[in-house]
């Protein structure tokens, strides 16, 4: 009996989290939605990565089967690459979650997490779990198992290692493991306070055929997922491939496809079948007992359905409601798809009824404690009675009495409200804590049940729909005019009044050199006022250490400069800021995301950065910098004492090259600017006249061809990599410039270096280059191919693998004099 109320109360949450934006069902979608009220089976599609998923696949049993199809992504994807910006792991993450968000909008499945961090590229399963606690992972698994209930489990990969990825191969054989511990009640036996072990049917492998990797075969099942959907007027390829292509910092953008579109299974446990996924499973309303009444209430109502008059289905609607209502509740499989369908039966009533409903803030942020001013909106766009009996806001005594809505009458009520002086600041769950390499600190396990946090502030509305009383949850938004863009929602902010944000997250000073920092004080409140706190380890000195914060305003910037001075010897710490307003402080910063393919997002963070001081010496003063997908090199280089010059496509077309002593290309210039390939005989003459060209990594597959020619002499480039950040690194020849000029380059500088040595080695090279580092992952071979060097002319060509671009931004010593002393490689005779 304690678990009954808890199925209710996780229906009514999941009702409650809408898109930013309401989305209005049309009249197909509304007919989708009644279909989908006679299918009583779910599926759920477990993978690695956002990225991982099939959308076709998801799209066919959400739309065509109609399905509760859920994607469990054992990851939030944070140790990946990024092709629109600058952004890495937590921050990464926070992209690639709404980019599987926006995904799901589109093909109708339903997105899950657990709280395994992506640690970046790992080459086998037994490496994965090293990083990942496994039972803890099994354990959300299993946990997202009981709730979800699916009759089916579909694996992206096999248990096999044909997928490549260790944390692919990991995701499958957790997904078997699953199968059975879900079903186990002696497995994880704190879940069974809040639900049931649940049995899936079977467990399948949608097998695949990726580049020379085809593990597709006749015999195994097939189903084609190519279909037309004649009510939304496209076909499952072409909806998924707009799924897709959401994946945008992946660069996942898919050409849409029709016409037959064959998947491929087999099975990995469970029922055996022979034609079909489900040929063992009841989807009938007649699994859960004799219920032909509902089968035919839902029958009638499709049956009678005007597209031109969606209000006219409210009554069947109500029948079918009436009838879910009934229900028994003693039965747990019962009382799940009775919360369900019922969620869904109502959503369709509201729809039928045109009714938009809206809360919007004066500002996208408030204050715990503080007061928000708001606007909120009704409107009943049908023939159907409609009437809000009440709108409850922050409390139960803050309401608004019975309204009736009149047909296509805009009705708008504006009040202030008051935020709680206890609320909780805006951040995404996962990150609120601490936490490792191998996963996340989240404690309430009902948080993996949802894959982003509920809106701060939710306004409850009490409406009569033709008769019959509902409870419509709306998320307390923002939203603007761009020009450009139209109308703009983003998610109301419960933030603190200030945030302090340092320019870098590291700051390297070279030889004990002092160097200016600044921070800056962003006001998110109005009439901010108090002193700003520099905070530096001992050994180090900040002047000044105290600012006065004058009053600001809201949404108002304060820059403040400090000077640090390192100890004479090498040293490292954490520089921290504080903002005292009266008997408060804050010590917060804000990391913000915007890109017009999710919604605006942001990460709340310590007030702080690594500080470091190091033994560099620096070759060569003035560099040019051609920036690529995104990265903070050029950033990093100015902080150690460089001259850096970004280079657009105009200005290389423009500006004399021999000025430089390097000119540097960001990683995947050459796959993100289609103009490369114009500059590059004047690159190549620049260094034949005596410059140095540095290449950081570049990809040359589907994602990233490479179209223009980088180098003076042949080479390719490999997807191999180094994934172990602590591997031991060889110099081939201890002799060559680039381990000794300016910097003697030793053990000590590969030592702290972030997630992994490089990725996307040279291999297969013309004589002219030299090797400089050999490398390798346990049990590998050797390889030669993360840097390597090609004198020409007067100058040298370089390509590097290394992961100078995560190693620089955090600060790490040796990557900084190893980078040095490429960009001052010495002139050839």
Known sequence: MKRIPFVIIITFLSFNIFAQSQQQMSSSEILQGMKKLNVVGSVLYI??????????????????????????SITRGDGGQNLVGKEQAELLGLIRTQELLAARRVDGAEQFFTRANDF??????????????????????????????????????????????????????????????????????????????????????????FGTTNTTSPDQIKIDVGGFNTLLGKSYGEIAAESRSMHKSQGFGSARSRGEQIEYFKQLKGDSVKTDLFENVDHTWNRLGNRNDIIEKINSCIANFNSESPSNSIEALKSIRNALIALPVNDENILYWKNQKLKETENLIVNCAGLWLEVAASNFSGIPGKNTDISTYAINRSDASVKITSIVYTSSSDTIAEIPLNKNVMRTFKRSISLDKNIAYSNPYWLKSGHDEGFFTVNDPMMLLQPENSAAVSVLFKVNIAGIDLQ??????????????????????????????????????????????????????????????????????????????????????????????????????????????????????????????????????????????????????????????????????????????????????????????????????????????????????????????????????????????????????????????????????ASQSALNFPNKINQDDFKGWKQERGIYFASDLDPAYQKILSMNDPGEKANDGSLIVAKYGKGNFVYTGLAFFRELPAGIPGAYRLFVNLLGLPKNN
């Open 472 to 733: 419509v949850m709306r998320p307390l938004v923002y939203k603007s005019i761009d020009p450009t863009k139209s109308e703009i929602y983003r998610p109301f902010e419960v933030l603190p009044p200030v945030a302090v944000n340092f320019s870098a997250r590291a700051f390297t000073f070279r030889n004990g050199k002092s160097s200016k920092i600044q921070l800056t004080v962003t006001a998110n409140s109005d009439s901010v006022q108090g002193k700003v706190l520099v905070n530096i380890p001992s050994g180090w000195k900040a002047e000044p250490s105290v600012f006065d914060l004058e009053s600001t305003n809201r949404n108002s910037n304060r820059i403040f400069e400090t000077t640090i001075t390192p100890p004479a010897s090498n040293s490292d710490g954490f520089v921290s800021a504080m903002v005292v307003t009266g008997s408060d402080s804050v010590s917060q910063s804000i990391q913000r995301i915007e890109y017009d393919h999710i919604p605006y997002q942001f990460m709340l963070t310590d007030a702080r950065s690594k500080i470091v001081s190091a033994d560099i010496k620096l070759g060569g003063l003035n560099v040019g910098y051609i920036p690529g997908a995104g990265d903070d090199v050029a950033e990093c280089l100015v902080q150690i004492g460089y001259n850096v010059t970004i280079l657009s496509d105009e200005m290389l077309s423009k500006t004399n090259l021999n000025n430089f002593d390097a000119i540097v290309t960001g990683i995947r210039a050459y796959n993100t600017n289609d103009w490369m390939q114009n500059h590059n005989a004047k690159l190549l003459e620049y260094v034949k006249q005596g410059g140095n060209f540095i290449v950081q990594y570049n990809t040359n597959n589907r994602i990233g061809p490479l179209i223009a020619k980088i180098s003076p002499y042949p080479f390719n480039i490999s997807r191999e990599r180094v994934t172990d950040e602590n591997a031991e690194v060889r110099f081939v020849d």
């Open 47 to 72: 993978a690695a990565h956002p990225d991982d998923e099939n959308t076709r696949l998801l799209t066919y049993l959400s739309k065509e089967k109609k399905l509760r199809t859920g994607y469990l």
């Open 120 to 209: 970046g590229y790992s080459k086998n399963p037994e490496e994965t779990f090293q990083f990942w606690k496994k039972d803890t992972i099994l354990s959300d698994m299993v946990w997202i198992i009981r709730n979800f209930r699916p009759d089916v489990i579909i694996c992206r990969f096999p248990t096999t290692g044909e997928g490549g990825h260790g944390h692919h191969t990991a995701s499958a054989l957790l997904a078997v493991e699953a199968y059975s511990a879900a079903a186990d009640p002696t497995r994880f036996e704190w879940q069974l306070k809040f639900t049931e072990p649940w049995q899936v049917k079977s467990v399948f492998w949608n097998t695949f055929n």
